[in-house]
């Protein structure tokens, strides 16, 4: 393989051994059985480090670690490069922003995957300060660029997604961001399937609701529901457009009872008051005082 001057840098030694390191959590951890997954990291302009085809990613060496350009062209390793890495790529050209992508597949989330079943929302804190909604895209056969495009109308407002009958797609601007986004997830959904068990889920009210969006914004987390004007608090429509983009029917809950529906997050007036319904009521009580007024 011809020689590349990114590759045996202090960086690319440093990034190969987080790979590698992720690698073992993954599979640790149960999300990527046998060659099951891939990892990588964009290291320059153009240059990307990712692990390679069929490996396990619980027992690679940084010496297995590929480098590709963004086109998927390999510029460097001894091993051939992931095909899926083309997915990486794509998230990375979409966002520039995005260093680090992690692809696996935690069974409880992939659960999700299989049965086609939206992710609810308003549940649990840390879900919607950390993560929010996350989005499923549809199937296609894994390897090629039809598959990587799948996540494209959705990558503007998430850093993790459901890829329908695959598995899970996280990623950031550290590996270790990247794979905190793909626990999280599992976790998620591994709690909502015991509930499931035991009865179903409680869905947070409003003024909670509203109370962990505050917070989100506070600690300068993004989330589509602060831009998008008519996005239910809960009701999992922040990515409707990117459905309609893919040519997918939004998938509606079957196994959970329908999040309520509250306003969106941006129906607050500038003194803080909610809109719809608050406002309206405000409204009809200001028109009553009048006419009770002229009447006196």
């Not at 989100?216 to 309609?244: S, V």
């Not at 809950?253 to 607050?268: D, N, Q, V």
């Not at 007036?269 to 608050?278: I, L």
């Amino acid at each position: 393989m011809a020689y590349h001057p990114l590759f045996n840098t202090k960086e690319a030694k440093d990034i190969k051994d987080w790979i590698v390191e992720v690698g073992r959590r993954v599979y640790n951890k149960g999300f990527a059985a046998a060659n099951d997954g891939n990892i990588s990291y964009r290291i320059g302009e153009n240059e990307v480090l990712c692990s390679p085809t069929m490996i396990c990613k619980g027992f690679m060496t940084p010496d297995d670690i590929c480098m590709v350009d963004l086109d998927g062209n390999q510029l460097a390793g001894i091993r051939k490069r992931t095909s899926e890495v083309l997915l990486h790529l794509t998230i990375m050209k979409e966002r520039p922003d995005v260093k680090a992508v992690v692809h696996c597949h935690p069974p409880h989330a992939t659960a999700f995957a299989v049965t086609r079943e939206p992710i609810p929302q308003c549940i649990l804190p840390e879900i919607e300060v950390f993560m929010g909604e996350v989005p499923l895209a549809p199937y296609e056969t894994p390897g090629g660029q039809a598959f990587a495009d799948t996540v494209k109308p959705f990558l503007k407002a998430t850093n993790t997604l459901i890829l329908t009958n695959h598995g899970t797609v996280s990623f950031g601007k550290t590996l270790e961001e990247a794979y905190w986004k793909t626990e999280i997830l599992d976790a998620y959904c591994r709690i909502l399937i015991l509930s499931k068990q035991l009865g179903g889920v409680t869905y947070l009210n409003e003024q909670k609701s509203r109370e962990l969006l505050d917070l989100k914004q506070k600690l300068g987390f993004d989330d589509p529901r602060f831009h998008i004007e008519n996005c239910d608090l809960c009701g999992n429509t922040a990515f409707r457009d990117g459905y309609r983009e893919s040519g997918i029917e939004q998938p509606q809950p079957r196994a959970f009872e329908p999040a309520p529906h509250f306003p969106g997050y941006l129906s607050r007036s500038k003194d803080g008051v909610n809109g719809g319904a608050a406002n309206t009521e405000a409204l009809v009580q200001a028109i009553t005082d009048q006419v009770l007024a002229a009447l006196r």
